[in-house]
């Protein structure tokens, strides 16, 4: 694949992303009352909103992820992105949780072609520099902000995003730190695997 037809493919990627999360914002507000802070308190739309801003970084700017911490960023990215896939395809589509989308090209776009052209391109196109297996549970910590944010505002707002979150729909607090639990674990299993896959690929000495 030539450098321009990539760069081309990673701003189609990133502008679907934009598309589908300003589509869900609109119509959720118009249909059921959605609010800013609701629609921000879901990890799809923090997640893929990460996935946007890297997709459109890369685009302009392909060498970028040269620079350590940049890779280590991106490789952040894949995690949460393949961490939201698995979770709606395992957890929530089979039980048709409603998510707040409106509509089935949104939820498509931000669940299924996200996470699975981020990790593809993570896959075809991985960092040129060798990432530290300390940037593994440096990737926890944004899922762990996350989990408290949400524990935290749950009670408060009488709100939570996802099932699996909420104390009364899991049967009490044990089984949500269950969940939280599986949920490590698998952020930790694609780490492991993205970092070895990047890793091996790369010539360069293994940075700090």
């Not at 911490?69 to 589509?93: D, E, H, N, P, Q």
């Not at 991985?126 to 505002?153: D, E, K, N, Q």
């Amino acid at each position: 694949m030539s450098v321009t037809t990539h760069r081309a493919l990673r701003l189609t990627l990133a502008s679907l992303l934009l598309v589908a999360m300003t589509a869900q914002l609109a119509i959720g507000m118009s249909r059921s009352g959605l609010t800013v802070v609701n629609f921000l308190s879901y990890f799809t739309i923090l997640s893929n909103t990460l996935a946007m801003v890297l997709m459109a970084w890369l685009a302009f700017d392909p060498g970028r992820d040269s620079s350590p911490g940049f890779a280590s960023f991106r490789g952040a990215v894949t995690v949460y992105m393949s961490l939201t896939g698995v979770i709606y395809a395992v957890v929530l589509a089979p039980v048709a949780v409603d998510l707040a989308l409106t509509e089935p090209w949104v939820d498509w776009s931000l669940h299924v072609v996200g996470p699975i052209a981020v990790v593809l391109d993570w896959i075809l196109d991985p960092p040129p520099v060798r990432l530290s297996t300390r940037a593994l549970p440096a990737w926890l910590a944004f899922p762990a902000g996350y989990l408290a944010y949400t524990l935290i505002r749950g009670p408060i707002a009488h709100r939570y995003p996802y099932p699996i979150l909420d104390p009364d729909e899991v049967g009490g607090y044990g089984a949500v730190a269950i969940w939280s639990i599986i949920v490590l674990v698998v952020i930790l299993g694609f780490g492991a695997l993205y970092l070895w896959w990047a890793n091996r690929r790369s010539p360069q000495p293994q940075a700090a």
